[in-house]
């Protein structure tokens, strides 16, 4: 049996790392595979849909994944993911890298090539951490997301809104405001008492 695993970090990721991209990748090369996906993060261990496609494989299986960050967070988990994947008897097939298989040039391959997605990851850390450091000496800068409405602007919406004792609906106050339903509901409680 193949099962094809997709995996994304986050909602936004890139076109080119889409689960939908990911599985037509997979789809592409076993026509028949059993495509598994989520939306989880990299940096946790147990993801629920990947432990899930683990449990299940059989020896004589395929496990195919579009690249080896979608496998695992670092180099030692994606050897040792590897590694009892191999003792089970089940193959491993990353698309843009080949077929592994469990001898030794198989394991130094998968090891390299775990050594540099890792290395990747860490240097665009360190780039994104290099550069809000930079940005943290300018003038003007602040933590998080910009503040796209004032607290006085807030409030005036949050007064028209019936439960606050005016006469509109959320909807109506995020038509006539601009300010989303969700913004109005996280700050009723904070800003009316």
């Known amino acids: 049996m193949i099962y094809g695993y997709c995996r994304v970090s986050s909602k936004g990721q890139l076109d080119n790392n889409s689960l939908e991209q990911q599985e037509k990748e997979i789809l592409s090369k076993y026509e028949s595979a059993k495509i598994f996906k989520e939306q989880y993060t990299g940096t946790t261990t147990h993801r629920?849909?990947?432990?899930?496609?683990i449990d299940q494989l059989k020896e004589n299986d395929t496990l195919v994944?579009?690249?080896?960050?979608?496998?695992?967070?670092?180099?030692?988990?994606g050897i040792d993911i590897v590694q009892k994947l191999?003792?089970?008897g089940v193959s491993v097939h990353v698309l843009n890298v080949g077929l592994l298989e469990n001898t030794t040039m198989g394991?130094?391959?998968?090891?390299?090539?775990?050594?540099?997605?890792?290395m990747e990851r860490n240097t665009i850390i360190e780039r994104t951490q290099t550069g809000k450091a930079i940005a943290k000496?300018?003038?003007g800068f602040t933590e998080g997301r910009p503040i796209k409405h004032t607290k006085q602007q807030i409030e005036y919406a949050l007064s028209l809104l019936s439960v606050n004792g005016g006469d509109m609906s959320y909807t109506k106050?995020?038509?006539?405001?601009g300010i989303n339903k969700r913004t109005l509901a996280?700050?009723?409680?904070?800003?009316?008492?």
Not at 48 to 53: E, L, N, R
Not at 72 to 77: F, L, Q
Not at 186 to 193: C, F, G, Q, V
């Open 107 to 118: 394991k130094f391959f998968l090891t390299t090539l775990l050594a540099v997605a890792e």
């Open 48 to 53: 629920p849909i990947f432990d899930k496609v």
């Open 173 to 177: 106050v995020e038509e006539v405001t």
């Open 137 to 139: 000496t300018k003038e």
């Open 86 to 88: 191999f003792d089970r």
């Open 186 to 193: 996280r700050y009723k409680d904070r800003y009316i008492k």
């Open 65 to 77: 994944v579009c690249k080896l960050d979608r496998l695992a967070r670092n180099t030692v988990e």
